[in-house]
Each structure stands twice: as structure tokens, then as C-alpha cells.
């Protein structure tokens, strides 16, 4: 298994995805069913032209996008899912067919970019996420997304448990509070992996470009 401990080795296209996250509408417009609950989506909103701009340089070093998407149905609920502490009034988040599930507008996966159906936080839990990796011989994930302390952390821990080595893209997460983005990335640090902005990782990718071409 491969060593990689720096930023660049993990950003290498040769072995690493990106993963966006939920970035859908009923979690980032002020439309969606978090906005109207109460929660702050500008943080959502405004990450997203930066999410835009790092899916673009990922294609263009041909770095495989993956798209997770929650959808929730009669199918999928259950009693301990719906009444979570935290599911008071959001049985209408994210139903299987509503524009509420749609991803937010600019994230549009390409015919030949892979999505990936998730019931809950974790894109790894009863999904073909691990299989997908695995066939693309992916070892590193730049992990982005809503919420950062919900399901993006979510994902970003039970990659670590198998094994994938984990970079949150500080700057192309966002969380309905501040403090618990910060919170996320700190713990991120501390124990699952690393943190850093989409500026440094589109820097990583541009030199890997400028030393292919200079070799030439």
C-alpha cells in the first residue's frame, strides 16, 4: 500500500478522488428544507462557486468526481431515523424525486462522473461508494460538502476506517454554524487526516502540470 503523507502525494490524479458531498438543494438554498427550518445556508452558498472552480481543475487533471447524493423515502425511513433528536420537522429534506434532492445549481455530474445514492450521513453506509473506489484504484479522498459536521465528517471518518487516506477541503465545506465547521476541522486534523484549502490543491495540481510539461 502506498505511503502518502504529504498534501501533493494526496492530491496525486493517480490515486486520488474528489467527493462532493450533499451538495443538493434542500441543504444549500434558501429555498431548501434547511433554510426554511431556520438553519444558515450562506456559508453553503458561498463555498459553492470555490466547489465549482476545484471540480473544473480535478476534470482538467482528470482526477475522478464523485457526486453523493441523499435522497430519503418510505423505503428508507425508519423509526430510529426519523425521530433522532434532531428530526423534528425535516421528513420533507431530501425525498426521492422532490427538487429538494436535485444537486444545487452549477454541480452537475458529467455522463461519465459517478453518483453515488446514500439514506444516511455516511456515503460509505449500505452504498456502492468503497466498491466504486476500489475499482478505481482510488487511495486518497479530498472530501467537500454540506453539512461539514454532519455528513461530510461523517464520511471523512468511515473513509479513514477503510483505510483511505483523507483530506477535507476546509474552504469547499460548509456548516450551518461556524464553530462547528471549525470544530470538524480541527478534529479532521487531529485524528483522521488533513485540512486544506482548494487554492493549495489547485496549486498542487498546476505544478504537477508545469513539471510533466517541462519534461517534455
Known sequence: MLVLKTLKERCDPQWSCLLVVDVQNDFVSPKGSAAQRGDDVSAAQAMVPRLIRLIDEARRVSLPVV????????WTDTPSWIYRKSQENTLSTCREGSWGAEF???ISPLPQERVVIKHRYSAFIN??????????????????????????ETTARDAYMYDYYVTLVEDCAAAYDPKLHENTLENIRRHFGLAASSEEIIQ?????GQKKAAAL
Do not use: R
Open 104 to 106: 444545487f445549481d452549477g
Open 127 to 152: 452504498t456502492d461508494l468503497h466498491t466504486v473506489l476500489n475499482a478505481k484504484g482510488i487511495q486518497s479522498i479530498l472530501v467537500t460538502g454540506v453539512a461539514t459536521n454532519v455528513c461530510v
Open 67 to 74: 457526486y453523493i447524493q441523499t435522497t430519503h423515502s418510505e
Open 204 to 208: 498542487t495540481w498546476q505544478g504537477m
